[in-house]
C-alpha cells in the first residue's frame, strides 16, 4: 500500500505545521473591536459638531427677540416694531411680542422649544453660514481621525482578507482535474481516489494555515510600526480635537447661546419691574419664578449639549492613551534608536541594523493589547452613554 | 530690536470671557439706570451698541480661536493620512495575494476543461475556455 503510506506521512508532517501555525496566530480582533467602535462614536459626533450650526441659528432667534426687548424697554415710548419682518408669522402668536411682559403673555411666547429652529429664517441662516462651514471643517477633522483607527481595525481583522474560500475552491478543482487526467489515462480504484482526497484536503489545510499564518504576520508587521511611529502624531492630533471642542464648541458657541438666554430673560424681568404703569396682578415672586422657569427650560437642552461634548472629549481622552498604551506594549524593549530606524524607514527594516523579529508581536504583547482595549471598551461606556442621549 | 508677541489660545479664551463679563455688566446698569429712570434714549442706546460691539468682538474671538487650531489639525491630518495610506497599502497586498489564489483556481478550471475537450471531442465547450479566458487578469 504505498500510496497509504505516503498519506500517513503526509498528515505526520501536517499536524505539526498546522498546530504550530495556528499556535503563532496572534488574535488581533481587540484592535479590529477598536475600529468599529470608533466609528460609532465618530456617528454620534457628527451629530454633535452639526449642532455648532444649530446653536447659531437658536442663538440668532433669541438675540432677535432680545433686540426687541431691549427696544422695548428704551427710555423712550416710541418704540418701533421689531425689524426681523422675515422671522415674524403674524398667525403665530409665538412671534408677536407685547408691549411689556405680563404673566398671560408670557406663557405662550415662552413655548419656544419646539417649531421655531426647525425652519431658521433666510436672515438667521446667512448670519449663521460661517458657523456651517466651520462646521464641516471640523467635521473632516474627527472624520480623518475616525478613518485612521477604523483603517487600524479594518488591517487588524482576519475577516478583511481571507483565503479560506479561494483555498477550498482550489482544491475542489484540482481534484476535479485529477478525475479529468485520470479519467483520459485509465480508471482509477476507488480507493486511489479517496487517498487523493485525502492528500489533497491536508495540502488545502496545510495552506490555509500557512496562508493565514502570512496575513497574520503581514498584518503585525505593518500594524506594530504604524501604532508606534504614529503615535505622537495622533496623540497630539487628539489633543487639537479637545482644545477645539472645549474652545470653540463648548465655551465658544454654546456659552454664547447661552448668554444671549440669560441677557433675553434678564430684560424680560427688568422691564417687569421698571413696569408702573400696567396693573399687576401678579407678584413679583411669580414672574420671576416664570422667568427662571423658562430660562430653566431653554438652558436644560445648552446643559445636555455641553455635557455631551463633555463626555466626547472625555472619549478623545481615553482613545488618546490607549493608542499611548498600545504603542508602549508594542515598542517593548526596543531601543529609542531601534524605533527611530523603523519610523525613518515607514516600518520596512529592509536593509537597516533591525531584525526582522523586531516587528513581531509576542503572545505577550498580544495578550497585554487585548486587555487594553478591554478595558477602553469598558471605560468609555459611560460617556458613551451620555454622548448618546443627547446626539442619538 | 523688536519682539513679536503672540496670544496663547488660554489668553484668547480668558479674553473672550473678561468681555462677556464686561457686556453682562454694561446691560445690568443699563437695566438699572433704566429702571431708576436716570438715563436718556441716547445713553441706553449707546450701551446697547456697546453691548452688541463687544458681541462682535465675542465672534471674531471665536473665529480666532478655530482658525488657530485648525492650522494644527490640517497639518496633522497630513501625517495621519500617511498612517492611513500605509495601513490601506498592507490591506491591497493581502488582497493581491487573494487575487492569485482566484486565478489559480481560474487556470485549473481553464485546463481541466480543455482536457475535457481534448477528452471528449465536445468543441462546444471552446466558448466556456473562452470564456474563462477573459475572467483571467489582463496585463496592465
Redesign the interface.
Known amino acids: 500500500m504505498p500510496s497509504l503510506s505516503k498519506l500517513f506521512k503526509l498528515i505526520a508532517f501536517a499536524s505539526p505545521i498546522a498546530l504550530i501555525t495556528i499556535a503563532c496566530q496572534e488574535d488581533l480582533t481587540s484592535v479590529e473591536k477598536f475600529g468599529t467602535t470608533s466609528v460609532s462614536i465618530q456617528e454620534t459626533s457628527t451629530k454633535m459638531i452639526q449642532d455648532i450650526y444649530d446653536s447659531c441659528t437658536r442663538k440668532e432667534y433669541v438675540q432677535i427677540q432680545y433686540d426687541n426687548a ?1 427696544k422695548m ?4 415710548a416710541e418704540i418701533t416694531i421689531p425689524s426681523s419682518a422675515a422671522m415674524t408669522n403674524p398667525d403665530n402668536p409665538r412671534d408677536s411680542l407685547p408691549a411689556s411682559p405680563n404673566l398671560a403673555s408670557l406663557k405662550p411666547r415662552f413655548n419656544l422649544r419646539s417649531s421655531p429652529y426647525e425652519f431658521p429664517p433666510a436672515k438667521m441662516r446667512f448670519k449663521c453660514l ?1 458657523k456651517r462651514n ?1 462646521a464641516q ?2 467635521q ?2 474627527n472624520d ?2 475616525a ?2 483607527v477604523a ?2 481595525g ?2 487588524a481583522s482576519p475577516n ?4 479560506d474560500q ?2 477550498k ?2 482544491g475542489e ?2 481534484k ?2 485529477n478525475k ?2 485520470r ?2 489515462i485509465s480508471s482509477p480504484t476507488p480507493e486511489a481516489l479517496q487517498t487523493f482526497d485525502n492528500g489533497m484536503n491536508n495540502g488545502i489545510n496545510i495552506a490555509t494555515s500557512l ?1 493565514n499564518l ?2 497574520n504576520q ?2 503585525q508587521e ?2 506594530k510600526p ?1 501604532i508606534i ?2 503615535n505622537d ?2 496623540t ?2 487628539i489633543d ?2 479637545q ?2 471642542i472645549q ?2 464648541y463648548i ?3 454654546l ?2 447661546e447661552e ?1 444671549v438666554n440669560l ?1 433675553y430673560i ?2 424680560l424681568y ?1 422691564s417687569y ?2 413696569d408702573t404703569s400696567a396693573s399687576k396682578p401678579e407678584t413679583k415672586t411669580e414672574v420671576y419664578m416664570l422667568l427662571e422657569n423658562d430660562y430653566r427650560q431653554r438652558i436644560d437642552g445648552i446643559e445636555a449639549r455641553r455635557a455631551s461634548a463633555q463626555a466626547y472629549i472625555n472619549i478623545l481622552e481615553k482613545t488618546s492613551l490607549t493608542h499611548k498604551a498600545l504603542a508602549k506594549t508594542f515598542r517593548g524593549d526596543m531601543a529609542p534608536a531601534d524605533q527611530k530606524i523603523l519610523c525613518q524607514n ?2 520596512y527594516i529592509l536593509g537597516t541594523s533591525l531584525q526582522q523579529s523586531s516587528l513581531d508581536l509576542t503572545p505577550q504583547q498580544v495578550q497585554k493589547a487585548q486587555q487594553i482595549l478591554s478595558d477602553y471598551e469598558v471605560s468609555i461606556q459611560p460617556s458613551l452613554k451620555v454622548l448618546k442621549k443627547t446626539f442619538r | 530690536m523688536s519682539t513679536q508677541e503672540t496670544i496663547t ?1 488660554d489668553e ?2 480668558q479674553l ?2 473678561n468681555l ?1 463679563d464686561l ?2 455688566t454694561i ?2 446698569r443699563r ?1 438699572q439706570l ?2 431708576d ?1 436716570t ?3 441716547v445713553e ?2 449707546q450701551m ?1 451698541a456697546s453691548e452688541d460691539l463687544i ?1 462682535d468682538l ?1 465672534d471674531a474671538i ?2 480666532e ?2 482658525s488657530s ?2 492650522v ?3 497639518q ?2 497630513a ?6 495610506d ?6 491591497a ?3 493581491k ?2 487575487n492569485i ?2 486565478y ?2 481560474l487556470i ?2 481553464l ?2 476543461n480543455i ?2 475537450i ?2 471528449t471531442g465536445d468543441v462546444a465547450g471552446i466558448a466556456i475556455i473562452l470564456d474563462q479566458i477573459d475572467q483571467l487578469p489582463k496585463t496592465e
Not at chain 1, 478583511?160 to 483565503?163: D, Q
Not at chain 2, 500605509?86 to 490591506?91: H, L, P, T
Open positions: 431691549r424697554a428704551a427710555p423712550r460661517p466651520q471643517v471640523m473632516n477633522m480623518v481621525l478613518i485612521y483603517t487600524l479594518r488591517l478583511t482578507v481571507t483565503f479561494n483555498l475552491a482550489i478543482s484540482i476535479s482535474l479529468e487526467v479519467g483520459s496562508l502570512f496575513a503581514q498584518r505593518k500594524l504604524i511611529c504614529s502624531n495622533v497630539k492630533y487639537d480635537l482644545k477645539l474652545l470653540f465655551t465658544g458657541v456659552k454664547e448668554d441677557q434678564e430684560e427688568s419691574l421698571a515607514e516600518g | 489660545l484668547l479664551a473672550r470671557e462677556r457686556r453682562r446691560a445690568s437695566r433704566n429702571r429712570r438715563i436718556g434714549i441706553f442706546n446697547i458681541s465675542i471665536d473665529d480661536i478655530f487650531i485648525i494644527d489639525l490640517n496633522g491630518a501625517r495621519l493620512q500617511t498612517a492611513i500605509k495601513s490601506n497599502e498592507a490591506i497586498q493581502l488582497q495575494l487573494n489564489l482566484r489559480i483556481n485549473i478550471g485546463v481541466q482536457l475535457s481534448a477528452n
